[in-house]
């Protein structure tokens, strides 16, 4: 039917670089990514400030890449962090103090 919406269509991906292959090879967090992305330049989605210590430059976390909205906002520091030392880190919505 005409009236469906269309499906989104999968980006290409031609070059070769590290972050391309990761897109390849996750393309739910992919698209999780693209809808962040999409709702804040629409103004849909607002970026907050880091929630462990208030930085304005921020990075949107996943907790679950089947809910592409529900982010998180951390400095790139904090969200190294959380990466590297686990998600129980930096509890949802609990400000902390360093």
């Not at 393309?27 to 992305?37: D, G, N």
């Not at 679950?64 to 030392?85: G, I, N, Q, T």
Request: with cysteine; hydrophobic share 30%; charged share 30%.
């Amino acid at each position: 039917m005409a009236d469906e919406p269309k499906p989104p269509r999968a980006p290409s991906l031609k070059s070769e670089t590290r972050q391309t292959n990761w897109r390849r090879t996750n393309p739910p967090k992919y698209q999780a990514h693209l809808a962040v992305q999409r709702a804040v330049t629409s103004g849909a989605l607002e970026k907050q400030v880091c929630e462990v210590c208030g930085a304005a430059k921020v990075d949107a976390h996943h907790d679950r890449y089947d809910e592409p909205l529900s982010v998180r906002w951390l400095c790139r520091r904090h969200h190294v962090k959380l990466h590297y030392y686990g998600e129980d880190m930096f509890p949802v919505g609990r400000l902390q103090a360093e």
